[in-house]
Protein backbone atom coordinates (compact mmCIF):
# COMPACT_ATOMS: atom_id res chain seq x y z
CA UNK A 1 0.00 0.00 0.00
CA UNK A 2 1.00 3.36 -0.76
CA UNK A 3 1.42 5.61 1.98
CA UNK A 4 1.17 8.71 -0.16
CA UNK A 5 -1.40 7.74 -2.64
CA UNK A 6 -4.27 10.16 -4.15
CA UNK A 7 -6.31 8.34 -1.47
CA UNK A 8 -3.55 9.63 0.99
CA UNK A 9 -3.90 5.55 2.31
CA UNK A 10 -2.16 5.17 5.83
CA UNK A 11 0.07 2.45 6.07
CA UNK A 12 -0.97 -0.32 7.32
CA UNK A 13 1.89 -0.93 9.59
CA UNK A 14 1.16 2.11 11.63
CA UNK A 15 1.38 1.29 15.48
CA UNK A 16 -1.67 1.72 17.70
CA UNK A 17 -1.26 3.19 21.66
CA UNK A 18 -3.68 2.90 24.39
CA UNK A 19 -5.61 -0.12 23.49
CA UNK A 20 -7.35 0.07 26.93
CA UNK A 21 -8.55 3.49 26.75
CA UNK A 22 -9.06 3.70 22.88
CA UNK A 23 -5.97 5.41 22.02
CA UNK A 24 -4.30 5.07 19.21
CA UNK A 25 -3.53 8.82 17.57
CA UNK A 26 -1.77 8.02 14.04
CA UNK A 27 -0.33 11.40 12.11
CA UNK A 28 -0.34 10.96 8.66
CA UNK A 29 1.14 13.07 5.85
CA UNK A 30 -1.49 14.47 3.84
CA UNK A 31 -1.28 15.74 0.23
CA UNK A 32 -3.82 18.46 -0.36
CA UNK A 33 -4.19 19.53 -3.75
CA UNK A 34 -2.88 22.62 -4.99
CA UNK A 35 -4.81 26.38 -6.64
CA UNK A 36 -4.83 26.98 -9.86
CA UNK A 37 -2.11 27.69 -13.19
CA UNK A 38 0.58 30.52 -12.95
CA UNK A 39 1.21 33.85 -12.56
CA UNK A 40 1.84 36.60 -15.58
CA UNK A 41 2.71 39.96 -14.95
CA UNK A 42 1.88 42.86 -17.73
CA UNK A 43 4.14 45.30 -18.80
CA UNK A 44 4.02 49.03 -18.41
CA UNK A 45 2.42 50.33 -21.93
CA UNK A 46 2.11 46.66 -23.25
CA UNK A 47 -1.32 45.48 -24.84
CA UNK A 48 -0.92 41.72 -24.02
CA UNK A 49 -3.57 40.13 -22.29
CA UNK A 50 -2.86 38.74 -18.55
CA UNK A 51 -3.36 34.72 -17.85
CA UNK A 52 -6.41 33.45 -16.62
CA UNK A 53 -5.49 32.74 -13.44
CA UNK A 54 -2.93 33.23 -10.38
CA UNK A 55 0.05 31.25 -9.03
CA UNK A 56 -0.41 28.13 -8.10
CA UNK A 57 -1.16 27.86 -4.67
CA UNK A 58 1.02 25.26 -2.33
CA UNK A 59 1.77 21.75 -3.84
CA UNK A 60 0.75 20.07 0.10
CA UNK A 61 -1.50 21.59 2.79
CA UNK A 62 -0.90 20.61 6.30
CA UNK A 63 -0.72 17.33 7.79
CA UNK A 64 -3.67 15.39 7.99
CA UNK A 65 -4.28 13.60 11.66
CA UNK A 66 -6.62 10.37 12.70
CA UNK A 67 -8.07 9.88 15.63
CA UNK A 68 -10.14 6.86 17.11
CA UNK A 69 -12.74 6.61 19.85
CA UNK A 70 -13.32 3.12 21.97
CA UNK A 71 -15.15 1.40 19.56
CA UNK A 72 -15.64 3.61 17.18
CA UNK A 73 -13.79 3.82 13.37
CA UNK A 74 -10.20 5.89 12.42
CA UNK A 75 -11.25 8.89 11.36
CA UNK A 76 -8.98 11.40 9.39
CA UNK A 77 -8.93 15.08 9.15
CA UNK A 78 -8.19 16.89 6.04
CA UNK A 79 -4.68 19.35 6.04
CA UNK A 80 -4.96 22.84 5.95
CA UNK A 81 -5.18 25.00 2.87
CA UNK A 82 -2.78 25.62 0.40
CA UNK A 83 -0.68 29.01 -0.07
CA UNK A 84 -2.86 31.66 -1.88
CA UNK A 85 -2.08 32.18 -5.41
CA UNK A 86 -0.84 35.28 -6.63
CA UNK A 87 -2.39 38.10 -8.75
CA UNK A 88 -1.73 38.47 -12.58
CA UNK A 89 -4.69 37.75 -14.44
CA UNK A 90 -8.61 39.08 -14.94
CA UNK A 91 -9.33 36.08 -12.44
CA UNK A 92 -9.04 35.90 -9.35
CA UNK A 93 -6.77 33.45 -8.25
CA UNK A 94 -7.73 30.50 -6.09
CA UNK A 95 -6.35 29.35 -2.94
CA UNK A 96 -4.47 25.68 -2.70
CA UNK A 97 -7.51 23.23 -1.94
CA UNK A 98 -7.07 21.37 1.96
CA UNK A 99 -5.65 18.37 2.54
CA UNK A 100 -7.46 14.83 1.62
CA UNK A 101 -8.68 12.98 4.75
CA UNK A 102 -6.94 10.19 5.67
CA UNK A 103 -8.69 6.80 5.25
CA UNK A 104 -7.41 3.57 6.67
CA UNK A 105 -8.38 0.47 3.78
CA UNK A 106 -7.49 -2.20 6.55
CA UNK A 107 -8.58 -3.94 9.54
CA UNK A 108 -5.49 -2.62 11.59
CA UNK A 109 -6.98 -3.62 14.97
CA UNK A 110 -6.35 -0.62 17.90
CA UNK A 111 -9.09 0.84 20.96
CA UNK A 112 -10.61 -0.89 23.84
CA UNK A 113 -10.89 -3.91 21.69
CA UNK A 114 -8.30 -5.08 18.89
CA UNK A 115 -11.21 -5.30 16.50
CA UNK A 116 -12.96 -1.84 17.39
CA UNK A 117 -11.86 -0.27 13.97
CA UNK A 118 -13.34 -3.50 11.99
CA UNK A 119 -16.75 -3.86 13.47
CA UNK A 120 -18.40 -0.48 12.74
CA UNK A 121 -21.87 0.39 12.60
CA UNK A 122 -24.33 -1.43 14.24
CA UNK A 123 -24.64 -4.88 13.47
CA UNK A 124 -26.58 -6.31 16.49
CA UNK A 125 -29.13 -8.73 15.41
CA UNK A 126 -28.05 -9.20 11.71
CA UNK A 127 -27.65 -13.11 10.74
CA UNK A 128 -25.30 -14.86 8.03
CA UNK A 129 -26.68 -15.91 5.07
CA UNK A 130 -25.64 -18.79 3.12
CA UNK A 131 -22.77 -17.76 1.02
CA UNK A 132 -22.26 -18.94 -2.85
CA UNK A 133 -19.52 -21.29 -3.97
CA UNK A 134 -16.57 -21.38 -2.25
CA UNK A 135 -13.69 -20.21 -3.74
CA UNK A 136 -10.60 -22.54 -3.77
CA UNK A 137 -6.92 -20.92 -3.48
CA UNK A 138 -4.83 -23.99 -3.88
CA UNK A 139 -2.01 -25.25 -1.38
CA UNK A 140 1.36 -24.12 -0.86
CA UNK A 141 4.11 -25.97 -1.66
CA UNK A 142 5.28 -28.83 0.90
CA UNK A 143 7.45 -28.20 4.09
CA UNK A 144 10.94 -28.84 2.79
CA UNK A 145 11.52 -31.46 5.50
CA UNK A 146 8.08 -33.26 5.40
CA UNK A 147 9.39 -35.34 3.25
CA UNK A 148 5.72 -35.48 1.46
CA UNK A 149 2.38 -33.70 1.30
CA UNK A 150 1.71 -34.73 5.07
CA UNK A 151 0.82 -31.67 6.24
CA UNK A 152 -1.98 -29.48 7.30
CA UNK A 153 -2.93 -25.20 7.33
CA UNK A 154 -3.87 -23.58 10.66
CA UNK A 155 -4.52 -20.47 12.56
CA UNK A 156 -5.03 -18.41 9.84
CA UNK A 157 -5.21 -14.51 10.41
CA UNK A 158 -5.95 -11.40 8.59
CA UNK A 159 -3.42 -8.83 9.59
CA UNK A 160 -1.39 -6.04 7.79
CA UNK A 161 -3.68 -6.32 4.64
CA UNK A 162 -3.07 -10.03 4.02
CA UNK A 163 -3.61 -13.24 5.60
CA UNK A 164 -1.09 -15.22 7.48
CA UNK A 165 -1.46 -18.76 8.86
CA UNK A 166 0.37 -21.87 9.98
CA UNK A 167 2.00 -24.78 8.66
CA UNK A 168 2.82 -28.05 9.93
CA UNK A 169 3.46 -31.89 9.58
CA UNK A 170 0.64 -33.56 10.63
CA UNK A 171 2.35 -36.05 12.68
CA UNK A 172 5.82 -36.68 14.96
CA UNK A 173 7.40 -34.80 17.97
CA UNK A 174 6.60 -31.14 18.28
CA UNK A 175 6.00 -31.38 14.41
CA UNK A 176 8.06 -28.55 12.71
CA UNK A 177 6.36 -25.61 10.24
CA UNK A 178 6.14 -22.59 9.16
CA UNK A 179 3.88 -19.11 8.96
CA UNK A 180 2.71 -18.67 5.46
CA UNK A 181 1.71 -15.58 4.18
CA UNK A 182 -0.54 -15.49 1.20
CA UNK A 183 -1.30 -11.91 -0.79
CA UNK A 184 -4.85 -13.43 -2.56
CA UNK A 185 -2.75 -14.88 -5.60
CA UNK A 186 0.61 -16.81 -3.87
CA UNK A 187 1.52 -18.00 -1.01
CA UNK A 188 4.91 -17.41 0.46
CA UNK A 189 6.90 -18.12 3.47
CA UNK A 190 6.70 -15.55 6.03
CA UNK A 191 8.69 -17.42 8.83
CA UNK A 192 10.61 -20.31 8.61
CA UNK A 193 10.79 -23.07 11.45
CA UNK A 194 7.78 -21.41 13.43
CA UNK A 195 6.33 -24.46 14.87
CA UNK A 196 3.45 -22.32 15.19
CA UNK A 197 -0.35 -23.51 15.03
CA UNK A 198 -3.06 -20.69 16.16
CA UNK A 199 -2.27 -17.13 15.47
CA UNK A 200 -3.74 -13.96 16.21
CA UNK A 201 -2.94 -10.14 15.66
CA UNK A 202 -2.37 -7.77 18.83
CA UNK A 203 -2.72 -3.90 19.02
CA UNK A 204 0.60 -3.35 18.06
CA UNK A 205 0.24 -5.03 14.88
CA UNK A 206 2.38 -8.22 15.70
CA UNK A 207 1.14 -11.59 15.38
CA UNK A 208 0.97 -13.98 18.58
CA UNK A 209 1.25 -17.64 17.94
CA UNK A 210 0.66 -20.65 19.94
CA UNK A 211 4.05 -22.74 19.55
CA UNK A 212 4.56 -26.32 19.52
CA UNK A 213 8.04 -25.48 19.45
CA UNK A 214 8.61 -23.60 22.94
CA UNK A 215 5.05 -25.09 24.13
CA UNK A 216 4.44 -22.16 24.64
CA UNK A 217 3.32 -18.44 22.91
CA UNK A 218 5.36 -15.95 21.07
CA UNK A 219 5.31 -12.75 19.19
CA UNK A 220 6.81 -12.43 15.86
CA UNK A 221 6.94 -8.79 14.73
CA UNK A 222 5.41 -8.06 10.82
CA UNK A 223 6.94 -4.17 10.42
CA UNK A 224 10.30 -5.10 9.75
CA UNK A 225 12.14 -5.54 12.59
CA UNK A 226 13.88 -8.81 14.20
CA UNK A 227 12.76 -12.44 12.46
CA UNK A 228 13.24 -13.84 15.58
CA UNK A 229 9.88 -14.50 17.97
CA UNK A 230 9.52 -13.08 21.42
CA UNK A 231 8.65 -15.52 24.22
CA UNK A 232 5.73 -14.60 26.17
CA UNK A 233 4.79 -17.67 28.14
CA UNK A 234 6.44 -20.53 27.94
CA UNK A 235 6.66 -24.33 29.43
CA UNK A 236 9.03 -24.65 32.26
CA UNK A 237 7.36 -21.88 34.15
CA UNK A 238 4.89 -21.25 36.98
CA UNK A 239 2.80 -23.74 34.87
CA UNK A 240 3.78 -26.25 31.91
CA UNK A 241 2.19 -26.43 29.06
CA UNK A 242 1.36 -29.52 26.49
CA UNK A 243 1.46 -27.79 22.58
CA UNK A 244 -0.66 -24.55 22.63
CA UNK A 245 -2.82 -24.91 19.81
CA UNK A 246 -5.20 -21.92 19.48
CA UNK A 247 -5.66 -18.65 20.88
CA UNK A 248 -7.43 -15.06 21.18
CA UNK A 249 -6.23 -12.04 23.06
CA UNK A 250 -8.54 -8.68 24.14
CA UNK A 251 -7.40 -5.35 23.86
CA UNK A 252 -6.37 -4.73 27.89
CA UNK A 253 -3.76 -7.14 26.76
CA UNK A 254 -5.20 -10.52 28.65
CA UNK A 255 -4.76 -13.23 26.24
CA UNK A 256 -7.02 -16.72 26.14
CA UNK A 257 -5.24 -20.23 24.74
CA UNK A 258 -5.76 -23.88 24.43
CA UNK A 259 -3.18 -26.28 25.15
CA UNK A 260 -4.47 -30.01 24.42
CA UNK A 261 -1.39 -32.72 23.60
CA UNK A 262 -2.42 -32.78 20.14
CA UNK A 263 1.23 -31.94 18.95
CA UNK A 264 3.06 -33.07 21.55
CA UNK A 265 4.12 -35.74 20.59
CA UNK A 266 6.58 -37.63 23.38
CA UNK A 267 7.01 -34.25 25.22
CA UNK A 268 7.23 -33.74 28.41
CA UNK A 269 3.82 -31.97 29.29
CA UNK A 270 1.50 -30.78 31.94
CA UNK A 271 0.01 -33.83 32.65
CA UNK A 272 -3.34 -32.82 31.77
CA UNK A 273 -5.11 -30.29 28.80
CA UNK A 274 -7.03 -27.18 29.33
CA UNK A 275 -7.38 -23.46 28.44
CA UNK A 276 -5.68 -20.49 29.95
CA UNK A 277 -5.56 -16.81 30.59
CA UNK A 278 -2.53 -14.63 30.33
CA UNK A 279 -3.59 -11.53 32.32
CA UNK A 280 -1.41 -8.23 31.36
CA UNK A 281 1.04 -8.77 34.33
CA UNK A 282 1.82 -12.28 33.04
CA UNK A 283 -0.05 -14.74 35.23
CA UNK A 284 -1.36 -17.39 34.21
CA UNK A 285 -4.99 -18.97 35.68
CA UNK A 286 -6.18 -22.40 34.46
CA UNK A 287 -9.95 -21.86 32.91
CA UNK A 288 -11.32 -25.38 34.14
CA UNK A 289 -12.42 -26.84 30.15
CA UNK A 290 -14.45 -29.63 30.22
CA UNK A 291 -12.61 -30.99 26.88
CA UNK A 292 -10.40 -33.69 26.99
CA UNK A 293 -8.54 -31.73 24.43
CA UNK A 294 -9.63 -28.25 24.26
CA UNK A 295 -9.16 -26.59 21.08
CA UNK A 296 -11.03 -23.43 19.50
CA UNK A 297 -11.15 -20.17 21.47
CA UNK A 298 -12.75 -16.73 20.66
CA UNK A 299 -13.93 -13.85 22.36
CA UNK A 300 -17.34 -12.13 21.91
CA UNK A 301 -16.84 -8.42 19.97
CA UNK A 302 -17.37 -6.84 23.47
CA UNK A 303 -14.88 -9.30 24.78
CA UNK A 304 -17.38 -10.28 27.62
CA UNK A 305 -18.05 -13.71 26.90
CA UNK A 306 -15.49 -16.57 25.88
CA UNK A 307 -16.29 -19.63 24.01
CA UNK A 308 -13.97 -22.79 24.25
CA UNK A 309 -14.66 -26.27 21.67
CA UNK A 310 -12.72 -29.46 21.85
CA UNK A 311 -13.41 -33.04 21.21
CA UNK A 312 -15.21 -34.66 24.02
CA UNK A 313 -18.11 -31.96 24.86
CA UNK A 314 -19.86 -29.25 23.06
CA UNK A 315 -18.64 -25.58 23.07
CA UNK A 316 -18.66 -23.78 26.08
CA UNK A 317 -19.11 -20.08 26.93
CA UNK A 318 -17.92 -18.37 29.82
CA UNK A 319 -18.16 -15.16 31.49
CA UNK A 320 -15.14 -12.43 31.34
CA UNK A 321 -15.08 -9.60 33.73
CA UNK A 322 -13.71 -5.69 33.01
CA UNK A 323 -10.42 -7.56 34.21
CA UNK A 324 -10.51 -10.18 32.38
CA UNK A 325 -11.37 -12.82 34.67
CA UNK A 326 -12.87 -16.05 33.58
CA UNK A 327 -15.94 -17.71 35.62
CA UNK A 328 -18.89 -19.55 34.92
CA UNK A 329 -18.56 -21.99 32.16
CA UNK A 330 -21.78 -23.62 30.31
CA UNK A 331 -22.63 -25.36 27.36
CA UNK A 332 -23.47 -23.05 24.81
CA UNK A 333 -23.41 -25.21 21.78
CA UNK A 334 -23.79 -29.38 21.73
CA UNK A 335 -21.59 -29.79 18.63
CA UNK A 336 -18.22 -32.22 19.61
CA UNK A 337 -15.31 -32.35 17.19
CA UNK A 338 -14.90 -28.82 16.73
CA UNK A 339 -11.90 -27.55 16.01
CA UNK A 340 -11.56 -23.89 15.16
CA UNK A 341 -13.87 -20.89 16.00
CA UNK A 342 -14.20 -17.36 14.55
CA UNK A 343 -16.68 -14.62 15.46
CA UNK A 344 -18.69 -11.95 13.41
CA UNK A 345 -19.93 -8.32 14.01
CA UNK A 346 -22.90 -9.42 15.07
CA UNK A 347 -21.37 -11.75 17.86
CA UNK A 348 -22.30 -14.83 15.58
CA UNK A 349 -20.34 -17.66 16.01
CA UNK A 350 -18.46 -20.00 13.58
CA UNK A 351 -17.61 -23.52 14.22
CA UNK A 352 -15.27 -25.07 12.11
CA UNK A 353 -16.44 -29.03 12.46
CA UNK A 354 -13.15 -31.13 11.85
CA UNK A 355 -15.06 -34.33 12.06
CA UNK A 356 -17.79 -33.53 9.49
CA UNK A 357 -16.48 -31.07 7.42
CA UNK A 358 -18.48 -28.24 8.10
CA UNK A 359 -18.62 -24.53 8.85
CA UNK A 360 -21.68 -24.07 11.53
CA UNK A 361 -22.74 -20.71 12.41
CA UNK A 362 -24.65 -19.85 15.61
CA UNK A 363 -26.57 -16.72 17.01
CA UNK A 364 -25.11 -15.10 20.18
CA UNK A 365 -28.57 -16.79 22.04
CA UNK A 366 -27.77 -20.20 21.14
CA UNK A 367 -29.61 -20.55 17.92
CA UNK A 368 -28.08 -22.61 14.77
CA UNK A 369 -28.24 -20.59 11.52
CA UNK A 370 -26.56 -21.88 8.66
CA UNK A 371 -23.64 -24.77 7.68
CA UNK A 372 -21.83 -24.34 4.76
CA UNK A 373 -20.26 -27.94 3.65
CA UNK A 374 -17.12 -28.14 2.97
CA UNK A 375 -16.50 -31.29 2.18
CA UNK A 376 -13.12 -32.32 3.92
CA UNK A 377 -12.01 -31.88 7.29
CA UNK A 378 -11.31 -28.67 8.44
CA UNK A 379 -8.76 -27.15 10.85
CA UNK A 380 -9.80 -23.45 11.32
CA UNK A 381 -11.38 -20.38 9.83
CA UNK A 382 -11.49 -16.43 10.49
CA UNK A 383 -12.84 -13.60 8.31
CA UNK A 384 -10.05 -11.24 6.20
CA UNK A 385 -10.77 -9.18 3.40
CA UNK A 386 -10.27 -4.88 2.52
CA UNK A 387 -14.21 -5.40 3.89
CA UNK A 388 -13.84 -8.24 6.54
CA UNK A 389 -16.64 -10.22 4.96
CA UNK A 390 -14.47 -13.09 3.30
CA UNK A 391 -14.67 -15.97 5.38
CA UNK A 392 -11.16 -18.02 5.11
CA UNK A 393 -11.32 -21.98 6.19
CA UNK A 394 -8.19 -23.91 6.23
CA UNK A 395 -8.29 -27.61 5.79
CA UNK A 396 -6.67 -30.70 7.31
CA UNK A 397 -5.07 -31.46 3.47
CA UNK A 398 -3.23 -28.56 3.42
CA UNK A 399 -5.68 -26.66 1.17
CA UNK A 400 -7.75 -22.79 2.05
CA UNK A 401 -10.41 -22.01 0.63
CA UNK A 402 -12.76 -19.07 1.42
CA UNK A 403 -16.50 -17.71 1.27
CA UNK A 404 -17.89 -14.72 0.59
CA UNK A 405 -19.94 -13.34 4.03
CA UNK A 406 -22.79 -10.64 4.22
CA UNK A 407 -21.46 -9.87 8.10
CA UNK A 408 -18.01 -8.60 8.75
CA UNK A 409 -16.10 -10.45 11.17
CA UNK A 410 -12.52 -10.61 13.34
CA UNK A 411 -9.71 -11.48 12.27
CA UNK A 412 -8.85 -14.69 13.80
Not at 228 to 234: D, H, S, Y
Not at 263 to 272: E, I, K, P, V, Y
Not at 331 to 339: H, I, P, Q, S
Request: aromatic share 6%; charged share 10%; proline share 7%.
Amino acid sequence: MNALSVQCRLSRFGSFSGALSGGGAISALILALGGCASESLVPPGSTETGSDSGMQGSASGGSGTLTQTPGGPVQGSGGSLGSPGLPGGPTTPADGSGGTPAVVDDTTPGGSNPVDVICTGDWSGQEPTQPGMLVDHGSPSALPDNGGDQFRLEGPVWAAGRLYLSQFRKWGDLPPGRILEFDGTSFTEAFAGAGTNGLAVNAQGQLVAASHRIQGLEIYDLAGGSSTPTAIATTGGPTQFNSPNDLTLRGDGNIYFTDPTWQCGNCTGAGSTDAYRVAPDGQVTAIGAPHGQPNGIALSPSGDTLYVAGDNAGVYSYTVDTAGAVSGGSEFAAVTGVDGLAVDCAGNIYLSVHSTGDVKAFSPSGTELITISVGSAITNLAFGGSDAKTLYITRDDGKLQSAAMNVPGLPY
